[in-house]
């Protein structure tokens, strides 16, 4: 077992991947992500790896492409801004099932935004990070270990199912220093990549990784045949952290920062006698459509709390159905809810029951 | 002693081979069409080919094999 | 007899797309023939552009990666860092090259990544159906300068060569022709020694083919090759320049 070690978010989720075998890093600076490029470029020469600042996102995440078609573990990082430029080459990795582990530690937008803490790319993550029929895995941690955690998870599950699988913060967690134990990497699986373009020494036909198609029934058959993957991954892939749900009357939804604040809500709201509970998706893609499902007979209430206008809670009430009240409440523009806010919403939907 | 062998299957009747050739000794079938609907390359007279691949060097479809 | 020239191993047996006379092909063929002699196939990983050339990987018999438009030099940057004893090639045409993937030109050659670049410019954006590119000439009618290109609206063609060479991460920058035998052993040298100055370990090197497009310039190949003599060498003039394979210049 390792020890335990005092860390920031940030380069937390830096060492984990190196831990999990990284060892070639693509970034370009922009706040607030920084820390992760300057935490590779640090440690990457020491280890043999690489740490290259790219001319812009565009260039990094087809970096990344070249490096995984190479059968290598390769990762990028950014913000809002940077990952709309990177999200041709997130839909052409995805196109030629690539795996890859991109980071998107969220600010606020649209446009430049601001610089503060935001989840108001959940839409882009999770539904259009991109043009084409496809999908990323979205991972969104809650602490500094789960961070560390669900590096290793994106790189396994990224490989395994040969796809493009992001990490997805905000401001307010890689700033975040808590104690995290860094896993063993020894005790993850060895995925071979037999499809990777790393010269084919004679002993093989050529690899070919690319993402066109001009013959349509070609592309349909191809993306129908990921999309079984997808399905598969939906079955088996989905996750989600249930905190005092077996009781509850209302049942708030948040993940990443905003589930931190929920938490605190919920307990305030218990200690009044409230019977509060909160689904953390820890999987944005796939969504937790199963836990909060089963959910929904014995609750009476939902609200999703986001850093956001609004947007996941277009997930909840496809899952809710129409079957219970889904309201919202979230804070933008880089504002963090406070706990008071959260629970004057709990309180505001207890009364109303 | 040279000849030259011509993919014709390949061969896209662009001339290039036609005006390359040295000796002059190249010309388009025409009395024959490919799949692709094009008239091959063919050489009229292996007698006078010196097997120099000019030829082959400028067909943009590597359609000719020298031999020589 | 003996077979004194043949299709070489790294090209696949699939037929070139291409239009009838397109000079592609003959590129294609030295950059084979120079994979063959150097007997690199096996760890050869070649990059395709967006554009006529898109689906050279369907011709190499070398591993191949697909890239977007203009951006091979980066996902060539990824795969040479991650496979540094591997061969990485990118085959690019005048619009990847010069206008979309400018950026990724521009810094990966000043990288002086251990790469090589095959740079076919012909003046004209062929797969969409001949519009202006970054290389048509002042005056140069196409689809989308109907008029002539206008340099004060359109402004004036790059000359890659001479741009790329001012950056002191370049190794090796010539630019060649292939409208006649001659030429095309020039072509066939320069890209031979912009692989081997990779396989020696010594950086980038780019080779900038004037090429032509005989089906969108409306020309005959041969009228095309012609054209191409009378118009475009004057003002990209063939030669080396730059060269720091044998030492510092």
Known sequence: ?353 | ?68 | MAIVFSKPHALTDKPFHYCPGCPHGIVHRLVAETIDELGIEGRTVGVAPVGCSVMAYDYFSCDMIEAAHGRAPAVATGLKRALPNNIVFTYQGDGDLAAIGMCETIHAATRGENITVIFINNAIYGMTGGQMAPTSLPGQVTQTSPYGRDVKTAGYPIRVCELLSTLDGVTFAQRVAVDSVKNVNIAKRAIKKAFTNQVEGKGYSIIEVVSTCPTNWGMSPMEAFQWMRDNMLPYYPLGVYKDKSEGEN
């Open chain 1, 1 to 353: 077992m390792n020890e335990r070690v005092l860390m920031k978010g940030n380069e937390a989720l830096a060492e984990a991947a190196i831990c999990a075998g990284c060892r070639h890093f693509f970034g370009y600076p922009i706040t607030p992500q920084t820390e992760v490029a300057a935490y590779m470029a640090k440690r990457m020469p020491k280890i043999g790896g690489t740490y290259l600042q790219a001319e812009s996102e565009i260039a990094a995440i087809n970096m990344v492409l070249g490096a995984s078609s190479a059968g290598v573990r390769a990762m990028t990082s950014s913000s809002s801004p940077g990952i709309s430029l990177k999200s041709e080459g997130i839909s052409y990795i995805a196109g030629s099932d690539l795996p890859a582990l991109i980071v998107n530690v969220q600010r606020g937008g649209p446009g430049l935004g601001g610089i503060q803490p935001s989840q108001s790319d959940y839409w882009q993550a999770t539904k259009a990070t991109g043009h084409g029929d496809f999908h990323m895995l979205v991972f969104a941690p809650s602490t500094v270990q789960e961070m560390v955690d669900l590096v290793f998870d994106a790189f396994d599950l990224g490989d395994k199912y040969r796809m493009p699988a992001m990490l997805f913060l905000d401001g307010m967690l890689g700033q975040m220093m808590e104690p995290v134990i860094l896993p063993d990497p020894s005790s993850r699986p060895v995925i071979e990549k037999p499809w990777a373009a790393n010269g084919h020494q004679g002993k093989r036909p050529h690899n070919i990784i690319k993402s066109l198609y001009l013959e349509p029934q070609e592309l349909e058959r191809t993306i129908i045949e990921r999309f079984k993957r997808y399905d598969h991954i939906k079955a088996t892939e989905q996750r989600a952290e249930e905190y005092l749900t077996d009781d509850a009357d209302i049942i708030i939804v948040a993940y990443g920062a905003s589930s931190r604040i929920a938490r605190s809500a919920v307990n305030t709201a218990r200690s009044m006698g409230i019977k509060a509970g909160l689904i953390r998706p820890i999987t944005l893609w796939p969504f937790p459509v199963d836990i909060i499902n089963k959910n929904v007979e014995n609750t009476k209430a939902f609200l999703s709390v986001e850093m956001s206008m609004g947007q996941m809670v277009d997930d909840v009430r496809l899952v809710v159905n129409g079957r219970r009240p889904v309201s919202f409440f979230g804070r933008t523009g880089g504002i963090i809810p406070t706990p008071d806010e959260v629970l004057e919403q709990i309180k505001a939907i207890n009364g109303g029951m």
């Open chain 2, 1 to 68: 002693m040279a000849k030259i062998i011509i993919n014709e299957s390949v061969c896209k009747g662009c001339e290039i081979c036609v005006n390359t050739c040295p000796q002059k000794i190249i010309a388009l079938a025409s009395d024959r069409i490919n799949s692709k609907g094009y008239h091959p390359a063919q050489l009229l007279d292996e007698n006078k080919c010196t097997g120099c691949c000019s030829c082959a060097m400028m067909c943009p479809d590597v359609a000719i094999t020298v031999e020589r």
